[in-house]
């Protein structure tokens, strides 16, 4: 990332953030629960979307 910022003026770095297989379980609980506010989930028009942003940390490193 380093050498493309300073390389490359029309670079921007995606900032990510990364969450676990339990967080998302329990996000998804509190979506199925009726909570309208969540961090991972984005209600939009009656329409759940993931956050462009999210990148799923896995519990098992075989997959």
Do not use: A
């Amino acid at each position: 990332d380093q050498h493309l910022y300073t390389t490359d003026p029309i670079y921007t770095p995606e900032e990510k953030t990364f969450v676990t297989e339990t967080q998302v379980i329990r996000e998804t609980l509190w979506l199925l629960s009726g909570v309208k506010k969540l961090f991972i989930f984005q209600l939009t028009d009656g329409k759940v979307t993931v956050r462009n942003d999210i990148v799923v940390t896995h519990m098992t490193h075989v997959c």
